[in-house]
């Protein structure tokens, strides 16, 4: 379902792991293959390791890319010791759409319960791009694409696309 005045999304994907390889990046695969089958066009895959020079640095390069509308990033979002992204990122968020995440842990209580909690996945505007920060699990991707993503998506990117 999209909204009216919906636009084709121009995504750029991004594995954040100190274990994943492109022979095992099941979250990162699964990420573009939703992507897809809701509309988005998958521009880029990157992956990158739990650092947070090496996770701010690769998403900033993006988000400065004319032809990229949202990144989507996933892992790294937990409470292990290692899980940088949000440190790394929440800094270049203008705007945090909080009822995304909310919704994410909603969703999340139903098949996980209380686990739910420990998720700390966000999604805001950077640089006037949408930005998503979604755990490593492919259900919890899963999840977070078909279920909140996905329905809006377009509808952020193109009011995005029409601001100043």
Known sequence: MT??????ARVATVTISDTRTAADDLGGELLGERLR???AVVVS?????????AIRAAVELLLS??????????????IAPRD???EALSPLLEKTLD??????????WDQVGARSMLSRAVAGVARG????????????????VDAVLA???????????KAP
């Open 45 to 53: 895959h990157a992956r990158v390791t739990d650092d947070p020079a």
């Open 84 to 86: 940088q992204t949000i």
């Open 3 to 8: 909204h009216q005045g919906a636009l084709t």
């Open 65 to 78: 890319a004319p032809e990229i509308d949202a990144v989507i990033t996933t892992g790294g979002t937990g």
């Open 37 to 39: 089958a809701a509309g």
């Open 99 to 108: 009822g995304f995440g909310e919704a994410f842990r909603r969703l999340s």
């Open 129 to 144: 791009r949408v930005l998503v920060l979604l755990p490593g699990s492919p259900k919890a991707v899963a999840l977070a």
């Open 151 to 161: 329905p809006v998506l377009g509808h952020m990117v193109a009011l995005l696309r």
